[in-house]
């Protein structure tokens, strides 16, 4: 069984920084895409940043060169930097990633239970 858990969620004020990690565990042969999503109340899910296996990455126009997504092959693990926070990134971030159990099984998509970042004065 795979599990994708998040931490380093949590209260900070506007301007300050963040840095969410996720773990991946389990029966795990290769990882695929990673990627974070949030969804703040109301609103749909959307993507904030995705890595790919070589690193190449992709952010929501409302994040770029404030956010920084990474990831750690090694230790199935992959980050979320996230400076000069706003208000408007209040949201409940999650990670997902597609993740190959054993050689003869296909990609699988999960995704983590979330983690709650709040950016408030």
């Known amino acids: 069984q795979v599990q994708l858990v998040e931490s380093g969620g949590g209260l900070v004020q506007p301007g300050g920084s963040l840095r969410l990690s996720c773990a991946a565990s389990?029966?795990?042969?290769?990882?695929?895409?990673m990627t974070w999503y949030r969804q703040a109340p109301g609103l749909q899910r959307e993507s904030v940043a995705t890595?790919?296996?070589?690193?190449?990455?992709n952010y929501a126009d409302s994040v770029k060169d404030r956010f920084t997504i990474s990831r750690d092959n090694a230790k199935n693990m992959v980050y979320l930097q996230m400076n000069s926070l706003k208000p408007e990134d209040t949201a409940i971030y999650f990670c997902?990633?597609?993740?190959?159990?054993?050689?003869?099984?296909?990609?699988?998509?999960?995704w983590g239970q979330g983690t709650q970042v709040t950016v408030s004065s």
């Open positions: 997902n990633a597609d993740i190959r159990a054993t050689t003869l099984t296909p990609l699988t998509n999960y």
């Open positions: 389990g029966r795990i042969f290769s990882i695929g895409m």
């Open positions: 890595i790919t296996v070589g690193r190449r990455t």
